[in-house]
C-alpha cells in the first residue's frame, strides 16, 4: 500500500472489506493518525447503522443458552475448583491416570458442550495442574459413580462415570450444599457418560455436593432431586 | 428475563460497564437487547443458521472478553457490538467462501421478513431501508456487496470491472451520503441509548 493511498482506505476498513494485509498496515496508519481514526469513527456509525437493514430474527433460545454459559466459564473472578480424575474404579491417586485418560474426558466436561474447544482446552490445563495438588482428598457419592476431589483450601472438582441421560435441553448442574442451602457450582454435559468438572465454587468443610438435571443453560435453585450427592467434606 | 428489569433503565454503554466487571446478569441483558440484530445480520451476510450462530456467539464473548477495554469515547456501544458481529460474520463468509458459490446478495422481501422484529426495529429498518434507496445505484450496490456481500475492495474492483480507487470513491462517497440521509431521518438523539427491546 503507497503511503498517499493510505488515508483513502477509511470507508474500506468501516465496511470491513479489506484483506488481512490491509487492515494490518491500515491499522498500524491509524495509531498514528487521527484524521483517519476520526473519520473511521464516523463511518463505521454509518455503516453500522446498515445492520438494520437485514431482518431482525430471534437465534435459537440455546444460542443464549451457550453464550451465557462459557462467559461464566470463563470468568476471571471467580476462582474455579479444579478437578482431579476418575474413571468408575480406578484407584484415588490420580495423577498418572489423569495424564493417560484425561484427553478424552476432559473435553466432554462443561465446556463441550458449549461448542468451545478453546475453553475446554484451558479447563484441562487447570485441570491437569490442580490434579497434581498432592492434598486433594476423595469423598465417596452417594446415587452415583466416581468421587467429589476436594484440595485443603476448598477447592473441588467432580469425577463421574455411569451418567444416566440427561435428555434433550437438560443439562447436569453442581449445588455445593452448606447450612439448608444450595448453591450453583457449574453447569456440563457427559461424554460416553463421563464427566469430569471443576466446580465453580469452593466447597467449605461440612458442605456436600450434589448433582441435579436441569434445563440448559442452569438454574439458580435446584428444581428436581438431586441424582447423586457426597459425602460432608473434611 | 428477569434481569430485564433490572437493567432496562442503564444505557447499553452502562452495561457494557458492568459487563466488563464479570456481571453476567448485564451480560445477558445486553444480549437480549442485541440478540435479533445480530443474528439477522449474520444470517443476511452468511445465509447460514449454524454459521450465524457461530459469529453472534463469538462476538458475544468477544464482548465479555475485551468490554474493559470498551471506549466510549470512540464509538457507541450499539457500533461496538454491530462491528464486532459483522466482523466475525465477514470473516466466516471469507473462510468458508460462501460468496464463490452463491448469487448476489439481494433484497430479500419473503413472508419471514421482519417475524421477530418489535416495532421499534421495524422503524429504523424502514429507515435505513429507505435511505440506501436514495443512493445512487453505482454507490449503493458497492456497499451493499462490501457489507452485506463480504467482498474485499480489490473483489469489488475486478468484479465490477472498476479501478481500485473507483470502488474506494464509491464506498466513501455512499457512505458519506447514507450519514447525511439518516441524519435527516432521525428526530431524536441517540435512538438507542436505555431502550429495552422486549419480546
Redo the contacts between chains.
Keep these: 500500500m503507497e503511503r498517499d493511498d493510505i488515508h483513502?482506505?477509511?470507508?474500506?476498513y468501516?465496511?470491513?472489506?479489506?484483506?488481512e494485509h490491509?487492515v494490518r498496515a491500515f491499522e498500524e496508519h491509524l495509531r498514528g493518525c487521527e484524521r483517519c481514526?476520526d473519520e473511521v469513527?464516523?463511518?463505521?456509525?454509518?455503516?453500522?447503522?446498515?445492520?438494520?437493514?437485514?431482518?431482525?430474527?430471534?437465534?435459537?433460545p440455546e444460542?443464549?443458552s451457550?453464550?451465557?454459559v462459557?462467559?461464566?466459564a470463563?470468568?476471571?473472578?471467580?476462582v474455579p475448583l479444579r478437578p482431579r480424575w476418575a474413571v468408575p474404579a480406578a484407584a484415588a491417586a490420580a495423577v498418572a491416570a489423569c495424564a493417560a485418560l484425561g484427553f478424552g474426558l476432559w473435553a466432554a466436561t462443561l465446556d463441550h458442550t458449549l461448542?468451545?474447544r478453546e475453553a475446554a482446552l484451558r479447563s484441562q490445563a487447570r485441570a491437569l495442574a490442580v490434579a497434581a495438588s498432592p492434598d486433594a482428598r476423595r469423598i465417596a457419592l452417594t446415587g452415583g459413580h466416581g468421587a467429589l476431589v476436594v484440595t485443603h483450601d476448598g477447592r473441588a472438582a467432580l469425577l463421574l462415570a455411569d451418567l444416566p441421560e440427561p435428555g434433550a435441553g437438560k443439562v447436569f448442574e453442581a449445588w455445593v450444599v452448606s447450612g439448608g442451602s444450595a448453591a450453583p457450582a457449574g453447569v456440563f454435559s457427559a461424554k460416553d457418560r463421563a464427566a469430569a468438572v471443576a466446580l465453580e465454587r469452593d466447597v467449605p468443610a461440612g458442605a456436600k455436593v450434589a448433582v441435579t438435571i436441569e434445563r440448559a443453560g442452569g438454574a439458580q435453585q435446584p428444581t428436581s432431586a438431586p441424582i447423586l450427592s457426597s459425602g460432608s467434606a473434611a | 428475563m428477569s434481569a430485564g428489569n433490572v437493567f432496562a433503565h442503564l444505557s447499553d454503554e452502562a452495561l457494557v460497564a458492568l459487563v466488563a466487571r464479570s456481571d453476567d446478569d448485564a451480560f445477558a441483558e445486553l444480549y437480549d437487547r442485541y440478540d435479533r440484530l445480530a443474528y439477522g445480520l449474520a444470517r443476511r451476510i452468511l445465509r447460514d443458521g449454524a454459521l450465524a450462530e457461530d459469529a453472534v456467539q463469538d462476538a458475544f464473548l468477544t464482548i465479555w472478553r475485551t468490554a474493559a477495554k470498551f471506549n466510549v469515547e470512540r464509538a457507541p456501544a450499539r457500533v461496538w457490538i454491530l462491528t464486532l458481529v459483522h466482523r466475525r460474520a465477514v470473516d466466516l463468509v471469507r473462510h468458508h467462501e460462501r460468496r464463490r458459490t452463491e448469487q448476489l446478495p439481494q433484497r430479500e422481501e419473503k413472508g419471514d421478513d421482519g417475524a421477530d422484529e418489535t416495532v421499534w426495529l421495524r422503524l429504523q429498518r424502514d429507515r435505513v431501508r429507505d435511505a440506501l434507496r436514495q443512493l445512487p445505484d453505482q454507490q449503493r450496490e458497492a456497499i451493499e456487496l462490501a457489507y452485506f456481500g463480504g467482498f474485499t475492495q480489490s473483489e469489488l474492483a475486478e468484479r465490477l470491472g472498476q479501478p481500485l480507487g473507483t470502488i474506494k470513491s464509491r464506498m466513501f462517497s455512499g457512505l458519506a451520503r447514507l450519514r447525511e440521509l439518516l441524519d435527516d431521518a432521525t428526530p431524536e438523539g441517540d435512538p438507542w441509548s436505555g431502550t429495552t427491546f422486549t419480546s
Design positions: 483513502e482506505l477509511t470507508a474500506p468501516a465496511l470491513d472489506a479489506l484483506d490491509e481514526r469513527a464516523m463511518l463505521r456509525a454509518t455503516a453500522a447503522s446498515l445492520a438494520h437493514d437485514a431482518p431482525a430474527v430471534a437465534p435459537p444460542l443464549r451457550r453464550i451465557l462459557t462467559a461464566r470463563e470468568r476471571g473472578n471467580v461448542g468451545n
